[in-house]
């Protein structure tokens, strides 16, 4: 499966932007019934988790730092998952990644990840 992440930019403190990703290829037995998330790597850091959600969208995590300014979506329909940036700030400047797990449900930790997405820069200027 190939993940394609897209909607990364430039964008001032406090606002906004959508970021989205696309797996296709072999995608029924590999997203459908997967977990998927968000990861991030800001320069000099380790990638560190930001969202995830459950097969069925009935679950979602989200790592303390962006809880209630992030919300992460799917459309199985359509193989894709997105999330919503609001009151983005300098902090948040990073590669964002997308990535299906090897589970249902969404983990922290990158090694339960199977396939990733070549990122997207989200810069947030002060």
């Known amino acids: 499966v190939q993940l394609q992440a897209s909607g990364g930019g430039l964008v001032q403190a406090g606002g906004s932007l959508r970021v989205s990703c696309a797996a296709s290829g072999r995608t029924g037995r590999t997203v459908s019934n997967n977990a ?55 902090e948040d400047t990073a590669v964002h990644y997308c990535a ?19 990122g997207t820069l989200v810069t947030v200027s002060s």
């Open 36 to 90: 998927m998330s968000w990861f991030r790597q800001a320069p000099g850091k380790d990638r560190e988790f930001v969202a995830g959600i459950a097969w069925n969208g009935g679950t979602t995590s989200y790592s303390d730092s962006v809880e209630g300014r992030f919300t992460i979506s799917r459309d199985r329909a359509k193989n894709m998952i997105y999330l919503q940036m609001n009151n983005l700030q300098p």
């Open 100 to 118: 299906v797990a090897r589970t249902a449900l969404p983990a922290s930790v990158t090694a339960y990840y199977t396939s990733w997405g070549q």
